[in-house]
């Protein structure tokens, strides 16, 4: 008897079975007296089932194994393998072939970034959708506010896990339904067949949940007893544009009317918090840094990022509260694990330029390192390429006096400007972080290779240390590696996170590997 085995070959019974074969693929028992000793419960199994002796070959293509031919009780010589062992050859063809065509049609089919299916297939049944024969229809639609902004800002990496979050959240309330990502940042669900209530309970659980996310999001719904999908498209977007304009509107008028007007309110109401981006050693997979960055909580958007409120704090000439908020809050959490005798690694605080124009600011930084008392060197000041148009007599006496008080100076955002280059020799930093446009398409665009390695060739003949931002796969961190730059800031390796979640997972978890 023979039965072609077509599961997990680590599950059950085959897991102890696939012990016995040897660098062939090959097994034959004569007697299963002979394992009884080293592999008792797979003995007990075979007896159980009345399996004497066995004959069996791995389905193998290349390094994976598909399963496993077994003949059960065959006749007493070994010599049936080879028999076996073609059919195995054939078998383990078909279903490699089987998988790679399986693979393919998914990836023609579903999108790769949130599993749904993509709207070509949906184009394939036609946008009328007289095809879908059904007597109600409801029609849900999404559309992520400001994702391009994200991606643009942060990266695809970060865009692309927002797209999914959302996608997860509404796949999870409809299921059984047909979903697309019927665009960019657009995701469309058709409900066949559904009555209104029951579509419209579904749309509250939904929005509810989509609210509770830390991202944006406008929604469009429709129902119908008449079915008819492009009206319905219509109507979903006209809706959730609406949505979006009035979210937009409302965020903006939060940022202006509420925090800016009064900035250090919110700072002592707690609205602002710090996340931490770790810079690792690529070399060994160690947190060697962080860049704290700043985030605004507020009750009806959740944790909203800077892309929301950054340009406003410029306007309006207070970016130097918040910029001076993030240093005390690094500095105080930085004097805490000093005194307990804990893993401490070097954060970066961002000054911008409005903050480096402030009268008062080398006086209030002085404060704050005089209330901390830190030791040199773990507190950095990254300084944006556009202080290349401010005085350089200024920017050079105040990066002297911040060295003098124990930072280190790091030239954020470097490669965006021609200038940059000049402000390397005129002011004195002592780290240069590559800026994520020059990262972002290093794996595909040959030009960006060669002036990448330049460039950081250029900056450690200047002993100057090297950063890199933005890397979001495995290939550009390589290629990193090889052009010599080592230390690493990105979404390949963590989003920015909680002082908590920084500390435990990324310094502590470390701190054994030292």
């Not at 330029?353 to 773990?378: C, F, H, S």
């Amino acid at each position: 008897m023979a039965k072609v085995v077509n599961e997990s070959v680590s599950r059950g019974a085959i897991t102890d079975f696939l012990a016995l074969f040897n660098d062939t693929g090959r097994v034959f028992i004569s007697d299963i007296q002979s394992i009884e000793g080293e592999y008792r419960d797979l003995f007990k199994r075979m007896a159980d089932v009345r399996i004497w002796s066995t004959s069996a070959v791995l389905l193998n293509k290349g390094e994976q194994c598909f399963g496993a031919i077994v003949v059960m009780n065959p006749r007493a010589n070994s010599g049936s393998l080879d028999l076996i062992e073609m059919i195995g050859i054939s078998i383990s063809n078909s279903l490699f072939y089987e998988k790679a065509r399986a693979e393919y049609e998914y990836r023609l089919n579903f999108d790769q970034v949130t599993g749904l299916r993509k709207r070509e297939t949906f184009n394939n049944l036609g946008e009328s959708y007289v095809e879908y024969d059904c007597s109600f229809m409801g029609v849900f639609a999404s559309d992520i506010i400001r994702l391009s902004d994200i991606n643009e800002k942060f990266g695809y990496m970060a865009g692309n896990a927002r797209l999914k979050m959302v996608a997860d959240v509404i796949s999870g309330v409809f299921t059984g339904y047909d979903i697309y990502r019927y665009e960019q940042d657009e995701i469309v669900v058709f409900c066949k067949d559904i009555d209104k209530k029951s579509f419209m309970g579904l749309v509250r659980i939904v929005r509810e949940s989509l609210d509770d996310l830390d991202v944006s999001v406008s929604t469009g719904f429709s129902w119908t007893d008449k079915p008819d999908i492009a009206r319905q498209l219509s109507e979903v977007r006209l809706m959730y544009d609406i949505e979006k304009d009035a979210k937009l509107k409302s965020l903006d008028s939060i940022m202006r009317n509420k925090v800016f007007k009064d900035v250090v309110s919110e700072i002592e109401k707690g609205s602002f918090m710090v996340y931490y981006q770790p810079k690792v050693d690529s070399r060994t997979g160690i947190t060697v840094g962080a860049e704290a960055l700043i985030r605004f909580f507020d009750e009806a958007h959740g944790v909203v990022g800077p892309i929301h409120f950054i340009e406003i704090l410029e306007e309006n000439r207070c970016s130097h509260l918040i910029d001076l908020f993030v240093l005390d809050e690094v500095c105080k959490a930085q004097k805490l694990r000093c005194i307990s005798d804990r893993r401490v690694v070097p954060v970066s605080v961002n000054f911008s330029k409005n903050t480096l124009e402030y009268a008062d600011l080398l006086e209030q930084v002085k404060e704050i390192m005089n209330r901390y008392d830190l030791p040199e060197g773990l507190v950095q000041i990254e300084i944006t390429e556009s202080v290349g148009d401010m005085d350089i007599v200024l920017i050079n006496n105040i990066a002297q006096s911040l060295i003098s008080m124990g930072f280190r100076l790091s030239m954020d955002d470097f490669g965006t400007k021609y200038s940059n280059l000049e402000m390397l020799f005129k002011f004195p930093f002592s780290i240069a972080k590559i800026d994520r446009s020059l990262v972002k398409n290093l794996e595909s665009n040959e030009k960006s290779r060669i002036m990448l390695k330049h460039l950081i060739s250029m900056i450690m003949e200047l002993g100057i240390e090297c950063v890199a931002e933005g890397a979001e796969n495995e290939e550009q961190v390589r290629l990193l590696q090889q052009f010599g730059c080592n230390i690493i800031q990105g979404y390949f390796y963590s989003k920015p996170v909680t002082l908590d979640v920084f500390t435990s997972e990324f310094v502590e978890k470390t701190r054994n590997q030292l």
